[in-house]
């Protein structure tokens, strides 16, 4: 300025990751135009300024994941070279995510990753500098589907009359599966000797040639296995009770079948 002093210009931007100096001329002219001129360096502070932004590599999780997987990493850009940084959640899902000293946003011990319950959430993390500087984001943790195996299985029925004709559906299954709309297979890994059969839909049958007899067996055991369209499989024992039918007598005999002429009346004749 006029009075000799030497200051930042408004257009002027300083940066010490830029340069760390910076040479400049001053001339000095008195009052009959005689000059005279000298350099100076003026060397530019290093400020610890804050992170300038913050972004993330990965972003998605597998339900039930195990605790410590690794979900996503945060990346931060910082011009101040060789800071130092610490990484906290300020929103951490519910205590489902846990972040470490080198920004790694993992799974949380505890943490129960559903994607039928939710197929994301949302975490928020807080870097700060050396300094005491922070910088925040959002992120959004996508929960990948898993095909989990099949909770459990239930029966319908479970009786059938002896002598019951091949084809007469004696139960049902019934399967529970978090996976909605999910297909499944069935299959006897016991079907008693041959006596029962299950179709695509989950209903046991009496097969063919089978005989039920309830002098001879009042009760079966099977097995069901079930699959579902990635391979899990559950099975279950059922217990197949078999009804007594009132049967038609199956032969007569005869004893004696002789009588003596002039027998008198009530003579057993034969039995």
Known sequence: DGSGNIVLAESGSLDYESAASHEVTVRVTDSAGNTIEHSLTIGVSDVNEAPSSMTFAGGSVAENAAPGTIVATAQVEDADAGDSHTYELVDSAGGRFAIDAEGNITVADGAELDYETAESHEIT?????????????????????????????????????????????????????????????????????GRFVTDGYGNIAVADGAELDYETAESYEITVRVTDSAG??????????????????ISMTYEGGAVAEDAAAGTVVAT
Do not use: C, K, M, W
């Open 232 to 249: 899990n499989t559950i099975e279950r024992a059922l217990t197949i009770d078999v009804a007594d039918v009132n049967e038609a007598p």
């Open 125 to 193: 993390v807080r870097v700060t500098d050396s300094a005491g500087n922070t910088i925040e984001r959002a992120l959004t943790i996508d929960v990948a589907d898993v095909n989990e195996g099949p909770e459990g299985l239930s029966f319908t029925g479970g009786t059938v009359g002896e002598n019951a004709q091949a084809g007469t559906v004696v139960a049902s299954v019934s399967v529970i599966d978090t996976d909605t709309g999910d297909s499944h297979t069935y299959e006897l890994v016991d079907d008693a000797d």
